[in-house]
């Protein structure tokens, strides 16, 4: 009798709470697999006090998407190993570019409200430079 267990990705933890037994059985692997790739650094599972390795979900997910590369896509371990990695590099750089998105906002709004005599309402951040050519002419006194 098997017990279908299936993890959404969308929902997974981070939380590393499940022995290898079980992280095994949800990756569909022997657990001396999970150990293998342990060693090689594909899915670093956390340590309890005794020295057992526990897996998160998303170590879980990981550990599924190790097994579709490796079987479906025909990658080898190495070539896995440089996937997971150049993928958390994109991740972090989307985090990083997201904080510095965020700064830079910030910065603007200070920036107008530090040029501003009117609380920065005419200083406006524009996504494209403006090609308007704007002619100024001074008034005169027969204009007023």
Do not use: C, F
């Not at 997974?12 to 290898?20: F, H, N, P, Q």
């Not at 790739?37 to 979900?57: H, N, T, W």
């Not at 998105?101 to 005419?122: F, K, N």
């Amino acid at each position: 009798m098997h017990e279908e267990i299936s993890i959404s990705v969308e929902q997974t933890s981070d939380a590393k709470v499940l022995i290898i037994s079980v992280a095994a059985r949800l990756a569909g692997m022997h657990p001396q697999t999970l150990r293998q790739y342990d060693r090689l650094g594909l899915v670093q599972p956390g340590r309890a006090g005794g020295g057992g390795r526990r897996y998160s979900e998303r170590d879980v997910a990981l550990l599924r998407e190790v097994q579709k590369l490796s079987q479906e896509e025909g990658v080898n371990l190495a070539g896995i190993k440089r996937i997971i990695g150049l993928e958390q590099l994109v991740g972090d750089l989307q985090q990083r570019l997201a904080e510095l998105e965020h700064e830079l906002s910030e910065a603007y709004t200070r920036i107008a409200h530090m040029e501003s005599p009117y609380g920065g309402r005419d200083l406006v951040r524009q996504e494209r430079p403006s090609t308007a050519l704007v002619v100024w002419r001074p008034r005169r006194a027969s204009d007023r």
